[in-house]
């Protein structure tokens, strides 16, 4: 059912969060609303009321609320939306500093050290530019790096895409904005088994992949310190595909 709804098109209504949680509110007239609550699993016929609510700073983005005719239990659902104006583009999942990412994977000294050489937090005193390759280290740490995030995928990209604690991401929707608008939602666990999928490799530019995600320095920022930060990036377009 969900590979049916990736061709759908839609109207109108995708400009924000905020538009996508009206949808829901107005599920009784709107038709993508209806299409996306029978993907989750429901019957229209059975739901007795729907309410949507936009939620800040979280992986998700947006939590629907459903009561069935038959329950006094209220179902919560949480949304995580993919916005794309192209279909190439790559979109930012997550980041953070690297002393971040080392508390929560649990990373060696070491191989927090190389990130932040990598990033460009540290600096080494015998080379002149502001930042590191992962290709520029020696081959011994080059394969620490890789034995890593190889031995900890699917924990990394787990958090990178559903996120730990109360609003933890349980759907992902992509709305795709090139002429027409289309849309897919998609379960998060199916989603991240796509994203697992491939080797762990260090880039010709020097840069990581995970599977289907890739890790980079942030960059820009004007020079600021927040440049120097990790982030970690996908294509939700390919979604449309599986």
């Given at each position: 059912m969900t590979k049916k709804s990736g061709s759908q098109i839609a109207k109108e209504g995708f400009q924000s969060e905020r538009d996508i949680a009206h949808k829901f509110n107005n599920w009784k007239d709107d038709e993508d609303s209806r299409q996306w609550l029978e993907i989750m699993g429901y019957k229209l016929d059975e739901i007795k009321s729907?309410?949507?609510?936009?939620?800040?700073?979280?992986?998700?983005?947006?939590?629907?609320?459903?009561?069935?005719?038959?329950?006094?239990?209220?179902?919560?659902?949480?949304?995580?939306?993919?916005?794309?104006?192209?279909?190439?583009?790559?979109?930012?999942?997550?980041?953070?500093?690297?002393?971040?990412?080392?508390?929560?994977?649990?990373?060696?000294?070491?191989?927090?050290?190389?990130?932040?050489?990598?990033?460009?937090?540290?600096?080494?005193?015998?080379?002149?530019?502001?930042r590191m390759y992962l290709n520029e280290f020696s081959s011994q740490q080059q394969e620490d790096i890789l034995n890593f995030f190889k031995d900890n995928k699917i924990w990394i990209i787990c958090d990178l895409l559903r996120g730990r604690g109360s609003y933890t991401t349980e759907w992902i929707l992509v709305v795709q904005k090139t002429g027409k608008t289309r849309w897919i939602l998609q379960p998060v666990n199916k989603v991240i088994n796509y994203y697992s999928e491939g080797e762990v490799f260090i880039t010709p530019k020097g840069n990581l992949k995970i599977g289907k995600v890739s890790m980079q320095r942030k960059g820009g920022d004007k020079g600021k310190k927040s440049a120097n930060m990790l982030q970690f990036k996908i294509n939700p377009a390919k979604l449309f595909e599986i």
């Open positions: 729907v309410k949507s609510l936009t939620i800040r700073n979280n992986k998700t983005d947006i939590q629907v609320q459903i009561l069935k005719k038959d329950s006094e239990h209220i179902d919560a659902h949480n949304i995580q939306v993919k916005s794309l104006s192209n279909s190439r583009g790559f979109n930012q999942i997550d980041k953070r500093w690297i002393d971040t990412y080392q508390k929560m994977w649990k990373m060696p000294d070491n191989i927090a050290k190389l990130l932040k050489y990598y990033t460009g937090e540290l600096k080494r005193s015998d080379i002149e530019k502001n």
